[in-house]
């Protein structure tokens, strides 16, 4: 994976949870989150703007949904150009991010340092779809940085923060590994890293390098279970908290992500799969299925199944669904989908109209 470094990507999330909503849909214009930051950029401070009764008179009935880059004290006024993308979604009773939008704009343009969408969901739909459990609304935002930006903040002198020069310098330090003291051996590829790295990003290899075991006696482990390409890539992740390329090793890097416990990193993989379903034919649909519901991965779940239901003549008639129906949690989970979208008007499952745009702030 020789070009990992200089394609570099790094996502982070937060929640933001509305508690005692539908009295404040009623009492109050406009509800802010707490502003957060991410690695790594973390003088990039952000927040949700969420007006309830919505923004504007064209957005009645809506509620209003807008990503703000929160910039108190006009610290970062001399980057021209800050291009970020988001996803914003709602987190239902089941912990299942649903009515997702995503985004891609420029949050220095102009004076419009907030963007979203007025009329994101339609109040009445936050009851029916059962989306304010105990009367609390849920967020959840994503935002990806690129390396266009990352470089970008870098060159500023100052702007980034310590944790974005510390990242370069782990970057540097997994390029130059020679010193490592630990060897994953991939038949006949070799990867050297250190313990003390990996021990302090994984409790896995914490307890497999620390204890009395056969890998920490002769400093080599055997992985059978992945390829060089895939542990190159997490071992990447444990060194610089970076996204790597994911491409076609993003269903692997998420198993390899969940069997050495870095949550992050398999949450990541799981959404970029389930924007980028790494299914080429109906075949492919039980298999990516089957691995979504061992490594409880309900969002790629939720995505497969819309798959299936969009798609199920042909993949009844795949030579997957023959080889694998036999499997008793998989059978039950295909009834599960063919009963929950029985009968089904297709025009209820569509989701409400959006208006997309940027928010006057000079104006709220």
């Known amino acids: 994976m020789a070009n990992i470094a200089s394609e570099l990507s790094s996502m982070f999330f937060f929640n933001c949870e509305i508690t005692e909503f539908s009295r404040r849909s009623v009492e109050e214009k406009k509800v802010e989150s707490k502003p957060v930051a991410g690695h790594p950029l973390p003088n990039l401070k952000w927040q949700l703007l ?19 880059l929160f910039d108190e004290y006009n610290e970062i006024k001399e980057c021209n150009s800050l291009r970020v993308s988001y996803r914003i979604g709602i987190v239902n009773a089941n912990n299942i991010v649903v009515r997702e939008e995503e985004g891609e ?13 007025s009329c994101y969901i339609k109040r009445g739909l936050l009851e029916t779809e059962q989306l304010t459990p105990n009367d609390t609304l849920t967020l959840r935002c994503e935002i990806t940085y690129s390396e266009e930006l990352i470089n970008q903040m870098l060159s500023l002198t100052g702007s980034a923060g310590p944790y974005s ?23 006949k590829k070799k990867l050297i890293a250190h313990k003390l790295i ?15 075991l056969k890998e920490n006696r002769t400093g080599v482990v055997e992985i059978e279970d992945f390829d060089f390409d895939v542990m190159d890539a ?21 198993k390899a992500a969940d069997k050495y416990n870095l949550p ?17 034919t109906p075949s492919d649909a039980l298999p990516v299925l089957t691995e979504a519901i061992m490594l409880r991965t309900h969002n790629l779940k939720r995505k497969v199944t819309e798959y299936i239901k969009n798609n199920f003549d042909a993949v009844k008639t795949s ?16 009834t599960e989908i063919i009963e929950q979208f029985r009968g089904l008007d297709e025009n209820n499952l569509a989701p409400p109209h959006r208006v997309y745009g940027s928010l006057d702030l000079h104006n709220q």
């Open 105 to 117: 704009d420029n949050f220095m343009e102009s004076n419009h340092k907030a963007w979203g969408w």
């Open 264 to 280: 992050y990193l398999k949450e990541y993989c799981e959404k970029y799969l389930c924007t980028n379903l790494p299914i080429a």
């Open 165 to 187: 020069t510390m990242a370069l310098q782990y970057s540097e330090l997994y390029k130059e590994r020679n010193s490592g003291d630990v060897t994953f051996q991939l038949g």
């Open 198 to 212: 990996l021990s302090c990003r994984s409790d896995v290899f914490k307890a497999m390098l620390e204890a009395d």
């Open 234 to 254: 997490l071992v990447y992740f444990i060194y610089t908290g970076l996204i790597p390329p994911l491409n076609a090793i993003a269903l692997d890097l998420m």
């Open 319 to 334: 030579i997957s669904w023959v080889q694998m129906m036999p499997n008793p949690v998989l059978a039950a989970c295909v």
């Open 50 to 68: 969420v007006y309830p009764k919505g923004d504007r008179a064209a957005a009645q009935g809506h509620v209003s949904m807008y990503l703000r």
